[in-house]
């Protein structure tokens, strides 16, 4: 019903790239000021305002905080 999810934006990692060169390039882009800037913002949350059974499934409303 309620409650913050807390995630660690220095803990990305890559899945889907098979050469380690660009995997490292492409995270230190993402983790730099132009895209998520963790040294400045490390983490992001997820702050859950109410939920909703759908069906089978759960809707889930909150407010998302990312860079500050």
């Known amino acids: 019903t309620g409650g913050e999810i807390v995630v660690n934006m220095d803990s990305m990692t890559v899945t889907d790239i098979d050469n380690k060169e660009y995997?490292?390039?492409?995270?230190?882009?993402?983790?730099?000021?132009?895209f998520f800037n963790t040294k400045k913002f490390?983490?992001?949350k997820l702050?859950?305002?109410s939920?909703?059974?759908v069906g089978s499934d759960l809707e889930v409303t909150?407010?998302?905080t990312m860079i500050g």
């Open 47 to 49: 702050a859950v305002k």
């Open 23 to 34: 995997e490292e390039k492409y995270l230190t882009h993402m983790k730099s000021e132009d």
């Open 62 to 64: 909150g407010e998302l």
């Open 42 to 44: 490390p983490e992001s």
């Open 51 to 53: 939920t909703k059974k």
